[in-house]
C-alpha cells in the first residue's frame, strides 16, 4: 500500500501561525520603538524664541542641533510651567529654554551653551511713574509682574523677602497688559537683541509704558531630565549637534533670520 502524505495537525499549524503572527507584530513594534521621534517639550508663549506654533528662533536652533547629530524629535508645544515639571519629574527628556534655580540641582542637567541670554528689563506705567533705578529701589509693596514658572536671579528672591509683591501672569504680553491697566506697578520682560520690547509691547497693545531701568543678563538653556532614561542620550546628542552647527555656520543663519523677521 502506498505510504499516505503526512499531514500536520490543525492545532499544530494554528500554534505555528499564531507564534508568527506574534514574533511579526514584536519585530513591527520594535522597529517603530527605535523609529519614534524623541519628544521634547517646548514653552508656547515666549516669542520670538518659542512661538505658540512651534516656530520660533531656540526651537530653530534645538531642531538643528539634533539633526546634526543625527536624532530625530518632536516638539510638544505647552505652556511653560508644565514644560518645567515634566522635565523635573522625569516623564519627558527635555524642555526649552531654562535657566537656573536651586530647585533643580540633581534633577535637571542643562546644555553646554546658552541658547540664548536675555536681559532682565523693568517697565513702568507713565501715568503712574515710580523713582526706582535699581532692584534695591523698588519699594515694599510695590506690584511687579512677572511670568509664571519662569526661573529669576536670587536678587528677585531677595525683593520678595523685602516686602515686593510678584503678579503672576501666563506671559510677559499679559504682564504688560495688566501694566497698561495699571493692575500692576512694574513689569518685568526677558529681552534680547531679536526679541525687543518693541515687538512685545506693540503685541500687549501697550503704549503707556517705558523702560526704567534694566537688571543683568540670565542665560537660557536646554533642560535635560536626569530621571529620564534618554535624559543623558539627549543631552549629549544636543551638545554634539550644537558644536557642529556652530561651526558650520548654521547657528549663525539661524540667528541672521530671525533676526531680519523683527
Known amino acids: ?51 505658540p506654533d512651534g516656530s520660533g528662533l531656540a526651537n530653530a536652533v534645538v531642531k538643528a542641533a539634533f539633526a546634526a547629530a ?29 535657566s537656573w534655580e536651586p530647585k533643580f540641582k540633581g534633577l535637571i542637567a542643562f546644555s553646554n551653551k546658552p541658547i540664548f541670554a536675555a536681559h532682565i528689563e523693568l517697565y513702568s506705567n507713565e501715568q503712574n511713574p515710580i523713582s526706582a533705578r535699581k532692584l534695591d529701589d523698588i519699594p515694599s509693596g510695590t506690584v511687579v509682574g512677572i511670568v509664571n514658572g519662569y526661573e529669576y536671579p536670587e536678587s528677585f528672591q531677595a525683593m520678595r523677602q523685602a516686602g515686593v509683591i510678584f503678579d503672576y ?27 525687543t520690547d518693541t515687538a512685545i509691547m506693540a503685541e500687549a497693545g501697550a503704549s503707556n509704558v517705558a523702560h526704567l531701568f534694566s537688571a543683568g543678563e540670565q542665560g537660557s538653556f536646554v533642560g535635560f ?38
Not at 511579526?24 to 512661538?51: G, H, K, R, T, Y
Not at 518632536?74 to 523635573?88: D, I, S
Not at 510677559?172 to 526677558?190: F, P, Y
Open 225 to 262: 531630565s536626569t530621571r529620564h532614561a534618554k535624559g543623558e542620550f539627549a543631552r549629549t546628542k544636543y551638545n554634539e549637534g550644537y558644536d557642529i552647527i556652530a561651526r558650520n555656520g548654521t547657528l549663525k543663519a539661524i540667528s541672521a533670520a530671525w533676526t531680519g523677521r523683527r
Open 1 to 51: 500500500m502506498p505510504r499516505q502524505p503526512h499531514r500536520q495537525k490543525p492545532h499544530a499549524s494554528r500554534l505555528r501561525r499564531s507564534a508568527q503572527a506574534i514574533l511579526s507584530a514584536l519585530l513591527l513594534a520594535s522597529a517603530c520603538a527605535a523609529a519614534a521621534p524623541l519628544e521634547i517639550m517646548v514653552e508656547d508663549a515666549a516669542s520670538p524664541w518659542s512661538n
Open 70 to 98: 543625527q536624532v530625530d524629535i518632536k516638539l510638544l508645544v505647552v505652556p511653560y510651567a508644565r514644560c518645567k515639571a515634566f522635565v523635573m519629574a522625569g516623564h519627558i527628556p527635555a524642555c526649552l529654554s531654562m
Open 169 to 195: 501672569s501666563p506671559s510677559e504680553t499679559v504682564s504688560l497688559k495688566k501694566l497698561e491697566a495699571g493692575r500692576i506697578r512694574l513689569a518685568v520682560l526677558m529681552l534680547d537683541g531679536i526679541k
